[in-house]
């Protein structure tokens, strides 16, 4: 059976569909197995480090040790601990998972929603090139021959892969052109609130006024083609800010995680 499954070291001549499911409550989820031990798990491109909660830890065998801190846009600090190298599987797929943290993240979910059993992030994907359509509920994970195709008709964007967490993370952000220079807003795909998240040390190369608390509108171009358009929020963030679904369910965006390229295309069914 495991000489059947593709690894991520792999030579696969055809792309990989992995179903992204969805919900109010967590946003896009996917069913996948760490190490054998199955499990409902987040999908968030804003997550940084793939992590499995405590109990899943104890399931594959698992002593957690050790720490890796991270921050959230807010400046909130998470600190969690790990384990070592593990296998994630979805979909006949199996990709490593050089560190993989354990952390709860039910602390930061709705009560009452259903238990996860971890959070995947773009780690698990370093090194190769993927799509996420939010919109279809698909991963795909894509073959040279697949991404060439795809992207001769999206829009290339500017992008920096930022590995926060001593290195452990991988996140994607995008660059908006300023008089200034450029800003670079993380492509959050958990960010579900419906605005865009500005930090106020850049709100005004935006246009926006950084001393309002509510809602402002936004109306920016990433590139010719493609614009932000809708609600922003300004706040004290860490970052330049924050790009989440109210535009990403949008868009197809392709992300080659080697060579730190990004594509976006009006979303496919």
């Not at 792309?15 to 999908?43: C, M």
């Not at 040790?65 to 600090?77: H, K, M, N, S, V």
């Not at 991988?170 to 492509?187: K, Y």
């Amino acid at each position: 059976m495991m000489a059947a499954v593709a690894t991520a070291h792999a030579v696969s001549t055809q792309p990989a569909s992995l179903v992204l499911q969805t919900s109010k409550e967590t946003g896009q989820s996917i069913e996948a197995r760490i190490d054998g031990v199955p499990g409902t798990f987040l999908f968030d491109s804003g997550w940084g480090v793939t992590a499995v909660t405590p109990d899943v830890a104890a399931r594959i065998g698992c002593t957690p040790w050790g720490q890796i801190t991270g921050f959230r846009a807010i400046g909130e600090r998470l600190d969690m601990q790990k384990c070592n190298a593990a296998r994630l599987q979805i979909s006949g797929v199996t990709l490593p998972i050089p560190t993989l943290g354990v952390f709860d993240l039910m602390k930061l979910m709705p009560k009452g929603m259903a238990p996860l059993s971890g959070g995947i992030g773009l780690d698990v994907f370093d090194g190769r090139q993927i799509t996420i359509q939010s919109r279809a509920r698909r991963l795909v994970l894509e073959t040279p021959a697949s991404l060439a195709k795809r992207v001769q008709s999206a829009h290339a964007i500017p992008i920096r892969l930022v590995r926060d967490s001593g290195g452990v993370a991988l996140t994607v952000h995008a660059g908006l052109p300023t008089s200034a220079g450029m800003v670079w807003m993380e492509l959050d795909t958990g960010n579900r609130s419906g605005t865009y998240l500005v930090g106020k040390h850049v709100a005004a190369l935006l246009g926006l006024k950084p001393d309002v608390a509510g809602p402002q509108a936004i109306h920016r171009d990433i590139v010719p083609g493609v614009t932000l358009a809708g609600k922003a929020v300004v706040s004290g963030l860490i970052m330049d800010g924050n790009i989440g679904s109210s535009f990403l369910d949008d868009w197809d965006l392709t992300l080659d995680l080697k060579a730190g390229k990004g594509w976006l295309a009006p979303a496919q069914p």
